[in-house]
């Protein structure tokens, strides 16, 4: 079965990091694009950052970049977002996705992934 488990969110105060996991099973990840998304109460659906399989291209949503990192682990079959320095409006619901073929610069510009972690809640709040 295909499918993505994830793990690691919870709750820290402003300036503070997390790092979400995303274990892959039924399929290699690395031949995958990988990407992270998140929701908040009220809002839609937003790419936070993805990353093209062997090719190795990497995105990230403006308001991430240099605070957030996307990596995988090739032996784990995992896949990780490290958050640093978060702020209150991190603050959703954050999923994993992966999808065989993307157009690399659409990775965090759309939700049109084929596999979907079951969703983690980070909360950023003193």
């Known amino acids: 079965q295909l499918q993505l488990v994830e793990s690691g969110g919870g709750l820290v105060q402003p300036g503070g990091s997390l790092r979400l996991s995303c274990v892959a099973s039924g399929f290699p990840l690395d031949f995958y694009t990988i990407g992270w998304f998140r929701q908040a109460p009220g809002k839609e659906r937003e790419g936070v950052s993805c990353k093209t399989g062997m090719g190795g291209y990497t995105n990230y949503l403006d308001s991430v970049k240099d605070r957030f990192t996307i990596s995988r682990d090739h032996a784990k079959n995992t896949m990780y977002l490290q958050m640093n320095s978060l702020k209150a409006e991190d603050t959703a619901i954050y999923y994993c996705?992966?999808?065989?073929?993307?157009?690399?610069?659409?990775?965090?510009?759309?939700?049109?992934?084929?596999?979907w972690g079951q969703g983690t809640q980070v909360t950023v709040s003193s």
């Open positions: 996705a992966a999808v065989r073929y993307i157009n690399q610069r659409m990775c965090v510009l759309t939700t049109n992934y084929s596999y």
